[in-house]
């Protein structure tokens, strides 16, 4: 399964999927191969405040980028720089 970044924006843009049963994304190792100013978050609930954010990450330089989505969140949000995201278990 992969995804892109390019999606329904939120804030300066990027993508917001759900992750767990009847979501977009399923839960599993996910990586990408990111352009400088990627940045993801892996969220507990859509209301946009920084509680909400379980995890996060950015990237300085191009290269991979291996991100871990989890059931117990209920989205994942990446903007255009990280490209496209492959599921790798």
Do not use: K
């Amino acid at each position: 399964m992969a995804f892109n970044a390019a999606g329904p924006s939120r804030g300066s843009g990027g993508m917001i999927s759900s992750a767990g049963e009847g979501g977009q994304i399923l839960p599993g190792r996910y990586r990408a191969n990111a352009s400088p100013g990627c940045a993801w978050e892996r969220l507990q609930h859509f209301d946009g405040t920084p509680n909400g954010i379980i995890a996060a990450g950015s990237v300085p330089m191009a290269g991979p980028v291996t991100v871990e989505v989890q059931s117990g969140g209920v989205g994942f949000m990446a903007n255009d720089a990280c490209g496209t995201w492959t599921r790798l278990s």
